[in-house]
């Protein structure tokens, strides 16, 4: 169930921004074993003006932020950091030029359906 925001900077997608989202998804179902159908995820590109990144970084600079209950292993994020290098590599992407921020919430600090997480069955295990 995580939400995925990516971020990077306006010019490098040039027409493939469902691609590069495809990529993470794919990356996610790697790395945290989640079902196919679990899907959201948000491409933000800003223009030069609208950000700063480290002068050692490329134009292809991508920060993911995935916010995700917690529970998950330290192997699984292991996997999900490299599904995310890995299939960002197919658009010529530096892994040095990615930053990946996991933001765990606990299950009853999420609500769905009306209902905290940690009511619902979730159809998959959080703690691979």
Not at 5 to 32: C, H, K, N
Not at 41 to 70: C, H, M, N, R, W
Not at 94 to 123: C, F, M
């Amino acid at each position: 169930m995580p939400s995925t925001r990516i971020s990077t900077r306006q010019g490098w997608i040039a027409g493939r921004p469902r691609a590069v989202i495809e990529a993470v998804q794919r990356a996610l179902l790697t790395g945290l074993l989640i079902p196919e159908h679990d899907r959201c995820i948000f491409l933000q590109e800003f223009d030069d003006d609208a950000l700063i990144t480290p002068p050692t970084k490329g134009p292809q600079y991508t920060v993911i932020e995935i916010t995700l209950f917690s529970g998950r292993s330290l192997d699984a994020k292991r996997r999900l950091y490299q599904a995310i290098s890995d299939e960002l590599a197919l658009f010529d992407v530096p892994a040095a030029d990615i930053k990946v921020v996991l933001i765990e919430v606990d299950p009853e600090n999420w609500g769905l359906s009306g209902k905290p997480a940690s009511e619902i069955d979730l159809g998959f295990k959080i703690d691979v």
